[in-house]
């Protein structure tokens, strides 16, 4: 008698959740691969042959995995630090490195072009010296590394803090070295936690539009991105490359939250 | 132990391999006859100039055989795109909406002061005007700019602050209502007050403006360069849409550049100046009247004169010039500001 009410209220809320799925995001993804499709198969594929295209999505994929790999270091080391060591300031710290979720991307994109713009701080200098980074692809490599910055640490910092440091202790007064405690005994652990991290900040990497927009110069063919390029050709009225693109993109990103759960799933597998 | 050491210089050697990298794609290297030129323009020329960049290399073969020249232009609002050019993307020509946006440049030493005296027509190699697009049959029969303010009339028209185009739209009305008898400067702020009312959204740029109008189907009048509203009308939905020319309208002229600090860094002076002139060659002309801009080379007006409607027109000089009215309208706390807020 008493659990009645809540089984009831607990399928509405299932069903509710299925609806705001549905609603929000498989239709939307539907509608893109319809617009994507309205012309057949081959003609979306005819659009991704265009060089423009070809360099968007080598560029995307290029600055995805450069930042995916630079973060992943970044990631490890900072989470070790703040969890594996005390001192002074690292709630500051913490708060340093959570900064790019809060902060508008677009902000993301003026702070380097105010540091390396021609109006800027280093820009004159360093263009001066044959060196461009806003405008050319160190800028859209730095953008991106902004945005997804906490995702490595923020994913690893609760497993490493729930590890405690008993194990890396153990290992060093065993007579392991720093690496081989790492990669050994610390990063094993976490696994799960930095795969997903890194899952992520690949999935943030690639989609990232506003930061990018901002020190890109929207260059076709030399400094568009995928979300960019996209823009371009929506805006151009080139509608079903648009959507063939937009398509792609959400392809790789779908691809990536599978791998993601696939690992998540075969890792509780492993520790259950 | 060796299977530690190696990870390491796997770990070490990627992050350097990064840094190579990140430090390696800034470095660009010009070989001679291998040409990359950028054109910075602005939102409606992107046909234009995809067809432009596809004819350029033919035209400066004749002289310059064996040469290998790609031309990339990239487009957005065209205040935005000045903005990107004195912030360092390399641009070696700047193709924008309003000559406003090329003189900052100047100011800030990207190219001579003098700038406009270099080419022909004041460095306008086509011009444009601006006009209405309206849905098919005129259901609201819209004719004139008082049209624009009846009841239940809406207007799409994008933001004059980061817009070229807007910027000519909002003259055009301002220009239209000066010249009304007893017209002033205070009854034109009272009709352009009224017509921002009927603005629902503002866009930040003219194609912005163009697809709320004709992909989302918002409002009941775009105002619009002609060639925009050409292209909707002609290309996008010839059963969807008809274009109305007001009696009187302002003469739209967006000038070209070569940007001198940017082509000296790059070696490109000798192919950069040829490009624009071949803007201003009967090719270059027609390409430009295929996309529904008004051609300046008489020969080439005389050929194209069906495709476009005659108007009456004043210029932005007879309304004060471009560094006047930037500062009396579209500073901040000026009258544009003065007539959105309230």
Redesign the interface.
């Known amino acids: 008698m008493n659990d009645q009410p809540s089984k009831t209220i607990s399928i509405l809320l299932t069903l509710l959740s299925y609806g705001a799925v549905v609603l929000l995001i498989v239709l939307p993804v539907v509608l893109i691969l319809h617009e994507a499709l309205r012309q057949g198969v081959h003609a979306a594929l005819e659009t991704l042959k265009d060089p423009?295209a070809r360099s968007a999505i080598r560029l995307t994929v290029y600055v995805t995995a450069?930042v995916t790999?630079?973060n992943t270091?970044g990631g490890i080391a900072a989470a070790w630090t703040l969890t594996k060591y005390d001192f002074r300031g690292s709630r500051f710290l913490v708060s340093l490195i959570e900064l790019p979720i809060s902060v508008s991307p677009v902000i993301a994109g003026l702070i380097w072009?105010l540091l390396?713009?021609?109006?800027?701080w280093w820009?004159t200098w360093l263009?001066h010296h044959?060196?461009?980074?806003?405008?050319?692809?160190?800028g859209i490599?730095l953008a991106t590394l902004f945005v997804t910055f906490p995702y490595v640490t923020r994913t690893l910092m609760p497993y490493m803090e729930q590890q405690g440091r008993a194990t890396e202790e153990a290992a060093f007064l065993l007579g392991a070295?720093f690496?081989?405690t790492l990669?050994?005994v610390t990063l094993p652990d976490a696994g799960w936690a930095l795969l997903s991290g890194i899952l992520l900040t690949t999935a943030r990497a690639m989609g990232e539009f506003g930061a990018v927009a901002v020190i890109s110069?929207?260059?076709?063919?030399?400094t568009e991105t995928m979300p960019l390029h996209i823009e371009?050709l929506?805006?151009?009225?080139q509608s079903v490359a648009a959507f063939a693109m937009a398509a792609l993109l959400v392809l790789f990103a779908m691809t990536t939250v599978l791998i993601r759960m696939f690992l998540e799933r075969s890792f509780r597998k492993q520790h259950l | 132990m060796k299977n530690?050491s190696s990870?390491?210089y796997v770990?070490k050697g990627?992050?350097v391999l990064?840094a190579a990298?990140?430090?390696g794609?800034?470095?660009?290297s010009a070989r001679a006859a291998d040409y990359r030129l950028?054109n910075?323009s602005y939102?409606p020329t992107?046909?234009l100039y995809g067809d432009i960049n596809r004819a350029f290399p033919a035209f400066w073969s004749k002289t310059h055989a064996g040469d290998s020249i790609?031309v990339?232009?990239?487009?957005?609002g065209s205040g935005a795109q000045a903005r990107?050019v004195?912030?360092?993307?390399?641009a070696d020509i700047v193709t924008l909406g309003l000559a406003y946006d090329i003189d900052i440049l100047a100011q800030?030493g990207l190219l001579a002061a003098n700038w406009q005296t270099r080419l022909p027509h004041n460095s306008t190699p086509y011009t444009s005007t601006i006009v209405f697009l309206v849905r098919k049959g005129n259901p609201k029969s819209i004719h004139d700019w008082p049209d624009l303010i009846r009841d239940g009339v809406q207007v799409v028209t994008p933001n004059p602050k980061t817009s070229g185009g807007a910027r000519w739209n909002y003259l055009a009305a301002w220009g239209w209502a000066l010249r009304q008898p007893g017209g002033s400067e205070q009854s034109a702020t009272a009709y352009l007050k009224a017509l921002f009312a009927h603005v629902p959204v503002l866009d930040t740029g003219a194609?912005?403006a163009t697809?709320s109008f004709v992909q989302r189907g918002l409002g009941d009048v775009l105002i619009a360069w002609e060639d925009e509203a050409l292209l909707a009308s002609r290309d996008?939905g010839p059963d969807k849409f008809d274009i109305v020319v007001p009696p009187l309208t302002i003469l739209a002229e967006p000038p070209v550049a070569t940007v001198d600090r940017n082509i000296q860094?790059h070696g490109t002076e000798a192919i950069s100046r040829a490009y624009l002139e071949f803007l201003f060659s009967p090719e270059g002309q027609r390409i430009g009247a295929k996309h529904y801009f008004r051609p300046v080379d008489p020969t080439i007006q005389a050929e194209t004169a069906s495709v476009f409607p005659k108007t009456t027109t004043f210029d932005v000089a007879s309304l004060g010039g471009w560094t006047r009215l930037q500062k009396a309208h579209f500073s901040d706390g000026g009258i544009f500001d003065q007539i959105y807020s309230h």
Do not use: C, K, M
Not at chain 2, 25 to 28: D, E, K, N, R, V
């Open positions: 423009e450069l790999v630079i270091a072009l390396f713009g021609r109006q800027g820009g263009a044959g060196v461009h980074i806003a405008f050319a692809v160190p490599v070295g690496w081989r990669i050994r110069g929207h260059i076709p063919g030399v371009t929506y805006n151009g009225y | 530690v990870r390491r770990l990627t992050l990064g990298l990140i430090a794609s800034g470095l660009s950028l910075v939102d992107r046909e790609v990339t232009s990239s487009h957005g990107s004195l912030e360092g993307a390399p800030n194609r912005g697809n996008l860094e």
